[in-house]
């Protein structure tokens, strides 16, 4: 800026000045012309005077240097001249000087020489007898006066230029310093020109218009990062190219990444070529979705493309762990397969005997084998229903009445409803510890005592043995249920919790049970919030223990 207004006043001087000398030598010039013209008149007055009084002797002792003086008669015949030979000279009566004076009296005419650096200046008067005398005299042209003056001139102009230059400079470097000075995060507390005033008001709006978008900016900033750093699903932004610009914690953990990976490739990431093909098909057509295995887990992404107006500038991935629902939809599969499977065996059993009894083709000693089987494959389907029935309650998380359950009573009781079962398995059944009360859902408390010490009954040797404690440790009630049965071998034991699962089928089945005893004790567990612990050693026995 300082530069800009340097040369303008430099150039501002330098036009001011120019312009300045030449007005004052035109009107040098023509303040000197018209005192020429003055003085050829006054001294044509003179030779006038003199001509009319001594006539051509008169005109021949004039000695004219700077001028000339020619008499001419009234039809333009020239009669002296000063300066030639009036015989050789032609006829006058044209001149525009003679026409005005034979008209007018007197006459005036200004023309140029032959080179363009001398003009010559005209004065004409009519004398009494009706002839003509002319002064003439040499003028030199304002482009002679100006080359005349050419080095003064430009001495001059230099001088001015210089001049003005040094004061240019100092006078740019006034103006600019308070400019260099201002304050432009307080523009309202400069003390500066008051010409500015309009433009710092309308930079402390701007600054002011700013400030409020960058807070507004900053606060959606703000929540996005909270949103997205909570969010239990991988977030992973990609700009235009395809380089990283954010990942929230989840997708740090997914991709094992951290937050170098901002502005690199994605494909250098997560190097997956179904990845890479899924990114490169969301920014073709605008949406993708892959499921993939990471990390041990199943994943669906979905990827979306971001674009403002025709130009795409970003792209968002979204990964959902979907391997719950992977693994609730497959248990859904397999628990109803398994549901018809076990409701298609009492049934067949029953229509089975049944179609026997209706057609008459069963012994009257063999009937009452038949309906027993029928009432014992019936009564086996009522508890498979019933059981269902009881999962499907805990599935759906229905609340269900609490009250103070004592769960010494309950395991005593169940003792005694097994003990006749577990004479005939010569086991023996002994329940200890002490009266632990807390609050509970006392059906499901039943069903988990029940189910496991059923179990223990079911799945033990003969002469084994079932003990059942219930105790308080660290203000917990523990439930144990320990047996010297059969076990249960190190690969099935994380399963033996599931839906229908059965180590030995063969066994189960020769059991009566319907492999849904121990998913119910589970579920029911987990209602209470309870933790179950098994540890068992094949033909050593189990042991089942419930913190509650």
């Not at 703000?222 to 954010?246: K, P």
Request: proline share 3%; with cysteine.
């Amino acid at each position: 800026m300082t530069s800009r207004i340097f040369r303008s006043i430099v150039t501002v001087a330098a036009v001011i000045l120019c312009c300045s000398l030449l007005i004052v030598m035109g009107v040098l010039y023509g303040y000197a012309s018209d005192v020429q013209t003055t003085q050829l008149k006054d001294e044509l007055s003179i030779a006038a005077a003199g001509t009319e009084q001594g006539g051509l002797d008169f005109l021949k002792t004039v000695e004219a240097k700077r001028f000339r003086l020619t008499w001419i008669q009234s039809d333009g015949t020239v009669i002296f001249d000063t300066h030639a030979e009036s015989a050789q000279m032609e006829n006058h009566l044209q001149r525009e000087e003679i026409r005005q004076a034979l008209q007018y009296g007197t006459g005036s005419a200004v023309r140029q020489s032959d080179t363009l650096l001398e003009k010559r200046m005209y004065e004409a008067k009519r004398l009494s007898d009706g002839s003509v005398l002319r002064i003439s005299a040499s003028q030199q042209t304002l482009l002679v006066l100006v080359v005349g003056m050419l080095h003064p001139v430009c001495v001059v102009v230099l001088l001015a230029i210089v001049l003005s230059a040094v004061l240019a400079r100092r006078v740019s470097k006034k103006i600019v310093e308070p400019l260099n000075h201002l304050d432009l995060e307080h523009p309202l507390e400069n003390d500066t020109y008051e010409e500015l005033s309009p433009l710092l008001g309308r930079i402390h709006q701007q600054h002011e218009k700013i400030e409020n978008q960058l807070q507004t900016l900053q606060r959606k900033t703000d929540e996005f990062n909270q949103i997205t750093f909570h969010m239990q699903e991988g977030l992973v932004l990609l700009d235009g190219s395809g380089a990283v610009l954010s990942l929230n914690p989840a997708a740090e953990k997914l991709f094992g990444a951290d937050e170098t990976s901002v502005g690199r490739p994605f494909c250098a990431v997560d190097r997956k070529p179904d990845m890479t093909a899924a990114v490169d098909a969301a920014l073709r057509q605008g949406h993708s979705e892959l499921k993939a295995q990471r990390q041990g887990r199943t994943y669906q992404f979905l990827l979306s493309r971001i674009s403002s107006g025709d130009d795409v500038i970003g792209l968002m991935i979204l990964a959902l762990d979907i391997t719950d629902v992977q693994n609730a939809e497959q248990s859904r599969r397999e628990f109803t397969a398994n549901v018809s499977h076990e409701l298609k065996t009492p049934l067949q059993s029953i229509i089975g005997s049944a179609e026997l009894l209706e057609n008459g083709l069963v012994k009257p000693e063999d009937t009452q084998r038949f309906i027993s089987n029928i009432h014992r494959e019936a009564s086996r389907l009522v508890l498979l229903i019933e059981d269902v029935i009881r999962l499907s309650h805990l599935d759906e998380g229905v609340e269900m009445p609490k009250e103070d359950v004592d769960i010494l009573d309950i395991a005593e009781e169940i003792a005694d409803s097994l003990r006749l079962a577990a004479e005939e398995k010569k086991v023996t059944i002994q329940v200890s510890g002490e009266h632990c009360t807390f609050p509970g859902v006392r059906g499901l408390v039943f069903e988990i005592v029940q189910n496991l010490c059923s179990n223990a009954v079911k799945y033990n040797v003969k002469g084994g043995r079932v003990d059942v404690t219930v105790a308080k440790k660290g203000g917990h009630v523990v439930l144990t249920v320990a047996d010297t049965g059969i076990g249960i071998p190190p690969e099935h034991q994380s399963r033996v919790f599931e839906r229908f699962y059965r180590v030995d089928k063969s066994h189960s089945k020769a059991s009566g049970g319907t492999g849904l005893g121990l998913s119910i004790v589970k579920h029911a567990a987990q209602y209470h919030n309870a933790d179950i612990r098994l540890q068992s050693t094949p033909g050593k026995g189990t042991t089942v223990t419930v913190t509650f």
